[in-house]
């Protein structure tokens, strides 16, 4: 994916058990979807409570988030609990939705890539941050895209 292409569609589970379908959020809502590696890793547990903590922000701005990983809805469920996470968190088991989006592997294919998109209301994608290091880095890029291309 590009930065002015569309997102595309996708159906996924998430840490509830519950069907998640892209076009009920996509194109209606301003969203970022951040692709991150594994629940409960140090990297991923920052990111993913930063994003927590800013989630107001977010929504002041209408906007929702999303986080993807290969982990079951029983892992992100957990990880979900531990850290109160106050949005969806998507089970991509086969990478499907990652490999929908391109995200690619890092460190000679071993690790799955973090990656954020940034989507307006019509469902163009107008940001892209990648960097597997850099886990709070992904937070600050996110909402200034939406406040300076949205």
């Known amino acids: 994916m ?19 379908d892209s076009k009920d959020l996509i194109g209606i809502k301003k969203t970022v979807i951040f692709f991150y590696p594994k629940d409960f890793t140090p990297g991923c547990t920052k990111e993913a409570c930063q994003f927590r903590d800013q989630y107001e922000d977010f929504t002041k701005l209408d906007c929702e988030v999303i986080g993807i990983s290969s982990d079951s809805s029983k892992s992100h469920l957990a990880f979900s609990n531990e850290h109160n996470l106050n949005y969806h968190l998507l089970s ?38 990648n960097s597997l290091t850099n886990s709070t880095g992904h937070i600050a890029f996110a909402l200034d895209c939406i406040k300076t291309k949205s």
């Open 2 to 20: 590009k930065t002015g292409e569309k997102c595309p569609q996708f159906k996924a589970v998430n840490q509830n058990g519950e069907s998640f």
């Open 92 to 129: 991509d088991p086969e990478s499907t939705i990652r490999k929908l989006f391109g995200v690619p592997k890092n460190l000679f294919g071993l690790i799955p890539g973090r990656v954020s998109y940034v989507i307006d209301k019509d469902a163009t994608i107008i940001g892209i941050h």
